[in-house]
Nanobody
Framework: QVQLVESGGGLVQAGGSLRLSCAAS????????MGWFRQAPGKQREFVVS???????RAADSVKGRITISRDNGKNTVSLEMNSLKPEDTAVYYC???????????WGPGTQVTVSS
């Protein structure tokens, strides 16, 4: 099993920046990609950004140019830097790890990000 714990959420004004971190532990040998998803009130969880073990990244169009994902394989951490935040970025942000063995995502409990206008 994989355990993921997010940190760094909070309240920020529109136009501001925020950095989220995710610490991973447990059976990480099958995890070949890490990502961030978010869920706004009344909406479905949506993909934000991902990074493979090889460093390839993919981001949703809604956040391209405003976010940077990075990982530290030695520390088993993944970070998400978000800039030029908008009120519509308000959501619970979830760290996730994709297993090549189960072909499924494991999830952290989430961290709230609130962007005030």
């Amino acid at each position: 099993q994989v355990q993921l714990v997010e940190s760094g959420g909070g309240l920020v004004q529109a136009g501001g920046s925020l950095r989220l971190s995710c610490a991973a532990s447990g059976s990480l040998f099958s995890i070949n990609a890490m990502g961030w998803f978010r869920q706004a009130p009344g909406k479905q969880r949506e993909f934000v950004v991902s990074i493979t073990n090889g460093g390839s990244t993919r981001a949703a169009d809604s956040v391209k140019g405003r976010i940077t994902i990075s990982r530290d394989n030695g520390k088993n951490t993944v970070s998400l830097e978000m800039n030029s935040l908008k009120p519509e970025d308000t959501a619970v942000y979830y760290c996730a790890g994709f297993s090549s063995r189960t072909l499924s995502w494991s999830w952290g409990p989430g961290t709230q990000v609130t962007v005030s206008s």
